[in-house]
């Protein structure tokens, strides 16, 4: 089993649609990342949460520490939201980030 | 400046080149990381240089060779490579590892590919 599990894996939306991407992790952890990759790009943290809930734009994430539990909203998605969304936690003694496999998101328009 | 630069972008290069892909930060970062990912994969560590000293090498074959030449740059020297070589090679860095919640700063990352 993995470390860190996302769901779903692909995603596709209509434009304007509230988007719900899911992250559990089964190790301790010190703090949760939201990435984000553009196909063929580079990776973008979007938000570091170690807990309660972060806002940034349409952007939302919530972490839940006794569950072991984070989600990304994305509000009135467009689509130059398509891209891979990756959860990582950094839980290692090297500071490391332990990926989850990402979730491809697909807006049409 | 809250950017990780690497170069080049891209480089296609032959099994038995040498070759060096570099990464620079001015954030006064501490720790800096070297991740290899495969198309449609997540990232896979290869190094973490602590405090200019390398801290983590995940099993990674010898002919990658990491360089921390000074807190703001990270080299990675590649020689006989082989085409499963190929991949997206990304840098990271953050405050300093052992620190909980800094944020992680990612490269564009190198786009290699081994003929």
């Given at each position: 089993?993995?470390e860190?599990?996302?769901?779903?894996?692909?995603?596709?939306?209509?434009?304007?649609?509230?988007?719900?991407?899911?992250?559990?992790y089964?190790?301790?952890?010190?703090?949760?990342?939201?990435?984000?990759?553009?196909?063929?790009?580079?990776?973008?943290s979007?938000?570091?949460?170690?807990?309660?809930?972060?806002?940034h734009?349409?952007?939302?994430?919530t972490?839940?520490?006794?569950?072991?539990?984070?989600?990304?909203?994305?509000?009135?998605?467009h689509?130059r939201d398509?891209?891979?969304?990756?959860?990582?936690?950094?839980?290692?003694?090297?500071?490391?980030?332990?990926?989850?496999?990402?979730?491809?998101?697909?807006?049409k328009p | 400046?809250?950017?990780?630069?690497?170069?080049p972008?891209h480089?296609?290069?032959?099994?038995?080149?040498?070759?060096?892909?570099?990464?620079?930060?001015?954030?006064?970062?501490?720790a800096?990381?070297w991740?290899k990912?495969?198309?449609?994969?997540?990232p896979?560590?290869?190094?973490?240089?602590?405090?200019?000293?390398?801290?983590?090498?995940?099993?990674?074959?010898?002919?990658?060779?990491?360089?921390c030449?000074n807190?703001?740059l990270?080299?990675?020297?590649?020689?006989?490579?082989q085409?499963?070589?190929?991949?997206?090679?990304?840098?990271?860095?953050?405050?300093?590892k052992?620190s909980?919640?800094?944020?992680?700063?990612?490269?564009?990352?190198?786009?290699?590919?081994?003929?």
């Amino acid at each position: 089993k993995n470390e860190v599990e996302q769901s779903p894996q692909n995603l596709t939306a209509q434009e304007g649609e509230f988007i719900t991407i899911n992250c559990s992790y089964s190790v301790g952890i010190s703090a949760l990342h939201w990435l984000q990759q553009h196909p063929g790009g580079g990776i973008v943290s979007l938000f570091m949460l170690s807990s309660g809930k972060k806002k940034h734009g349409r952007l939302i994430a919530t972490i839940n520490i006794q569950e072991k539990h984070s989600s990304l909203h994305i509000t009135a998605s467009h689509p130059r939201d398509s891209a891979v969304y990756i959860c990582a936690v950094k839980g290692g003694s090297q500071g490391n980030l332990i990926f989850g496999k990402g979730t491809k998101l697909s807006v049409k328009p | 400046d809250t950017e990780v630069t690497q170069t080049p972008k891209h480089l296609v290069m032959g099994m038995t080149n040498k070759k060096s892909l570099k990464c620079e930060q001015h954030m006064g970062h501490r720790a800096m990381y070297w991740y290899k990912q495969k198309a449609k994969k997540p990232p896979e560590l290869m190094f973490v240089y602590s405090y200019e000293k390398l801290s983590i090498n995940e099993s990674v074959p010898s002919r990658f060779s990491p360089e921390c030449p000074n807190s703001s740059l990270l080299n990675l020297h590649l020689h006989a490579l082989q085409p499963e070589d190929s991949a997206l090679y990304l840098c990271a860095s953050s405050q300093a590892k052992e620190s909980s919640n800094t944020e992680a700063f990612f490269g564009q990352g190198t786009r290699l590919t081994v003929v």
